[in-house]
Structures are given as C-alpha cells and as structure tokens.
T-cell receptor, first 116, second 113 residues
Framework: EAQVTQNPRYLITVTGKKLTVTCSQN?????MSWYRQDPGLGLRQIYY???????DKGDVPEGYKVSRKEKRNFPLILESPSPNQTSLYFC???????????????FGPGTRLTVL | GENVEQHPSTLSVQEGDSAVIKCTYS??????FPWYKQELGKGPQLIID?????GEKKDQRIAVTLNKTAKHFSLHITETQPEDSAVYFC????????????FGPGTSLSVIP
C-alpha cells in the first residue's frame, strides 16, 4: 500500500530533551516536506527537500533540523524542544515538479507532540 | 511572500444543502491552487485542484472556481452528505517555487443530518 508513515504518533516530552520524528514514504517520491498544524493557523511549512541531500527552510524553520540521506526517509529533529513547539506535525511527499507539472502531496497520519 | 486567507472558519449546513468556502491570495505569481480535506485524526488529502489557466473545474459534487483578476478561488460542495464533515484547506503555490505551498487557516465544515 502506497503511504507515508510517521513515528511516533503521539509524544510527550520535556523541555530540552532532544527528539526525532521519523517519516518514511514508499512511493519513490522526490519531494518531502514537514508541516506543523496549529489552531487558526492552518498548515505551516517547516522544511522541505527536493531530493536526497537537498533541503531548504520553509516558513517556520526555527528550532528544527532535518536530513535527507535516503530518498524514502526525512526525519524531523528537535535538538532542544520548547513548549512553543507543542503542535500537530505532518510529513508529506510528492513526485515534485518533474516535467514542470505539479503533483499531489500525500500526507502522513500526523504526530501529536506535547513539550512540557 | 504569499498569504492565503480563508472564510468562513466554521460552516454548518443541513444535509443536501450546498457549502461554499472562499479563499484569497496575495501573490499574483501563484498559479496552482489545491484543496485538501482533513478528516478527524487523519492527514489532509487532496480533493481537487485548479491551475491558473482554468477558470472552473468540477468533479462530481465538488467544484472549484478561480478568479485571477480578483485573486480569489472558491470550493463548492453540492448535495452535502454527513461524510463531507471535515476541515478543508485551500492552498496556493507558484511553478517557480512549488516547494513553498502556502495553506489557508482551514474551514471546519459540519453537515447536519
């Protein structure tokens, strides 16, 4: 089954304790992205990757890191989480803009993170 | 940068009625406008999209219209059903920066049986 998976689905942690949220897709997509969803603010892009070893900042990158060592994986790293990073996080992937066309983004099920 | 506004934030309709959600964008270079539906506990899923060279697109009970001059686009759902209840997001991006997809704040639609 074609899908985007995220782990963990739920996480409660404390301020300053490094954590990683994993994201994996099995559709051979070039493009992957991380979003956070907060009430009244919709989905805001954190980081995105156009291909392996190619990453760039989205609109709200502060406090986050990413890496893209393999095409299928795109982990989100919070080196020193703070309470304002409490949010619902989504990973998404697509074929990107190959051929100059747009492609549907497929979203994972989400990770609800609480930082105390 | 691009800014996408969306109205209303909540919408309740009776089953069988129509629902309309409106979005405006600020960047005249935007030329791709997808709509996503998010059901409770799930990630958003694309339901329809429209490109700037098209004024209207329809897929069964849903349709999207685009007015590039006014920089606004709308989602129309006809003959609403309880399973249409969800949060709907509009979004905008440009061909030159597809990577930057800007989402609206979302509309929570409730269809009352």
């Amino acid at each position: 089954e074609a899908q985007v998976t995220q782990n963990p689905r739920y996480l409660i942690t404390v301020t300053g304790k490094k954590l990683t949220v994993t994201c994996s897709q099995n559709m051979n997509h070039e493009y992957m992205s991380w979003y956070r969803q907060d009430p009244g603010l919709g989905l805001r892009q954190i980081y995105y990757s156009m291909n392996v070893e190619v990453t760039d900042k989205g609109d709200v990158p502060e406090g986050y890191k990413v890496s893209r060592k393999e095409k299928r994986n795109f982990p989100l790293i919070l080196e020193s989480p703070s309470p304002n990073q409490t949010s619902l996080y989504f990973c998404a992937s697509s074929f990107g803009t190959s051929g100059g066309s747009y492609n549907e983004q497929f979203f994972g099920p989400g990770t609800r993170l609480t930082v105390l | 940068g691009e800014n996408v506004e969306q109205h209303p934030s909540t919408l309740s309709v009776q089953e069988g009625d129509s629902a309309v959600i409106k979005c405006t964008y600020s960047d005249s270079a935007s030329n791709y406008f997808p709509w996503y539906k998010q059901e409770l506990g799930k990630g958003p899923q694309l339901i329809i999209d429209i490109r700037s060279n098209v004024g209207e697109k329809k897929d069964q009970r849903i349709a999207v219209t685009l007015n590039k001059t006014a920089k606004h686009f709308s989602l129309h759902i006809t003959e609403t059903q309880p399973e249409d209840s969800a949060v709907y997001f509009c979004a905008a991006s440009t061909k030159t920066s597809y990577d930057k997809v800007i989402f609206g704040p979302g509309t929570s639609l409730s269809v009352i049986p």
